[in-house]
């Protein structure tokens, strides 16, 4: 009985002990000291396919250590729809309230971004709007696409029990906003103070300070969650920008490289360019390992075709990449945009470095660069060329051709279309190849008197 009751008294010390530990596990976003925990991501620059990354982990991070709050900070001018329409689904998904904190401008995409939040809360002097969507040209989109856009900006509105006429004035230029001063033609760009008045911000403060006592946690222990350095690396090659300008420098690299010997600076540029791209995309999630093994099995059954020339392997490795990059692009409009620039681009190039540097690469080993001109010393005959100017007598009649006696050797010789008689002076005039050009020569008469 006596060791009952003590391991008894035992095992509630342990409790007391590890009682601590256990709430730490339980509610990990509480701080050593008992403070809530609020999360704050930065937003900033284009929305792209490797910012959706970004904000997919600061949700995740968020998540995992359960805090009170996910504070994105947004500072955009907007981008890609698709990447846009990808990280509202992944907010709207989150266990932790998202408040999207507008310290410059939210506009197009990034409007789209801050409706899709739980709050809205902007700094003074700044702007959300201007949500027309346009093509990777720059270019309005058609009806179709614009339709549908407006239709999600009005659906992300409503979430939060907004008037959608004013995300519907965001996209739709056609939309009048009276109250508001605007006019047909021209899209709704709210400012702090109208965005506060029509409901589509819950406050406006000038810091973070400010913003924490708004969400009630003034003494919420702040955690910064910052943009890794491949997730910077994967944001920036997977802008639309910079995607076709990657690919152009790989496929001129390596082109470049096909026209020279060895494995140099154009080799190793080109394929550093089309690395990065595959990088970049497997960061952002665009791009599983089957592409990048695709563009490495291309690669490898084009330098098969130097040594085993026959054009299929060729054939087949430049599908290979293709289909990789293809794979690797995310949008399949904007992909081949950017796999056609960099075509254009490679044989301008290509021509441009034939005409003035010539060709001396490993393709020399399958491609006959060599032609027979007389240049070069080949004579597909003999021109005779040494004959002209030399005189004979014609052996048979010309008609016009025939034979004649130039100095002590017969040749076979025509006109240039005259009939010229047996035994008749003649001399030649011209060669072509074994062909030999005669033409009569007329004795000039003495028209002296006496």
Do not use: C
């Amino acid at each position: 009985m006596k060791l009952l009751t003590r391991n008894m008294k035992i095992t509630f010390y342990m409790l007391l002990i590890l009682l601590p530990m256990i709430l730490v596990q339980i509610n990990p976003s509480q701080a050593e000291d008992g403070k809530p925990v609020v999360y704050v991501a930065p937003v900033q620059d284009a929305v792209e396919r490797g910012l959706e990354s970004f904000i997919k982990r600061s949700i995740k991070t968020a998540e995992d250590n359960n805090a009170d709050y996910l504070v994105l900070e947004l500072d955009t001018p907007g981008g890609l729809v698709d990447a846009a329409g990808n990280i509202a689904k992944i907010m709207r998904e989150s266990e932790v309230p998202i408040v999207a904190y507008v310290t410059k401008h939210a506009l197009s995409a990034g409007a789209y971004i801050a409706l899709n939040a739980d709050q809205i809360v902007m700094k003074p002097s700044t702007t959300m709007g201007s949500a027309g969507v346009i093509d990777s040209q720059g270019n309005a989109a058609g009806k179709k696409a614009e339709s549908a856009w407006i239709a999600t900006m009005e659906a992300s509105a409503e979430l939060n029990d907004r008037d959608p006429k004013y995300a519907r004035a965001m996209a739709d230029p056609d939309v009048e906003i009276e109250e508001l001063g605007v006019s047909k033609g021209e899209f709704l760009t709210l400012n702090a103070t109208q965005a506060k008045e029509v409901g589509y911000a819950e406050a406006i403060v000038s810091n973070r300070n400010e913003l924490l006592s708004y969400l009630e946690v003034p003494d919420a222990e702040i955690k910064e969650i910052e943009v890794s350095f491949a997730e910077t690396i994967a944001r920036y090659v997977t802008h639309p920008v910079v995607v076709p300008i990657l690919l152009s420098i790989g496929s001129i690299g390596l082109v470049l490289e096909l026209y020279s010997p060895g494995f140099g600076i154009p080799g190793a540029f080109g394929l550093g360019a089309l690395l990065l791209f595959f990088f970049g995309h497997m960061i952002a999630g665009l791009a599983g390992w089957e592409s990048l093994i695709l563009f490495v099995l291309g690669i490898g059954l084009i330098i098969a075709e130097v040594f085993v020339p026959g054009g299929i392997l060729g054939v087949g490795g430049i599908i290979a990449v293709l289909v990789g990059i293809v794979l690797a692009g995310g949008s399949l409009g904007n992909i081949l945009l950017s796999i056609l620039i960099a075509l254009v681009a490679t044989i301008i190039v290509s021509i441009l470095f034939l005409r003035y540097f010539g060709y001396n690469g490993p393709l020399k080993k399958i491609i006959l660069f060599d032609s027979t001109s007389n240049d070069k010393g080949y004579i597909s005959n003999i021109t005779k060329s040494e004959l002209i100017g030399m005189t004979g007598t014609t052996m048979t009649p010309l008609r016009p051709s025939g034979t004649a006696i130039i100095g002590e050797d017969r040749y076979d010789v025509v006109t240039e279309g005259s009939y010229i008689g047996i035994n008749r002076p003649i001399k030649i005039i011209k060669t072509e190849g074994s062909r030999i050009i005669v033409r009569e020569i007329v004795e000039v008469e003495n028209q002296g008197g006496n």
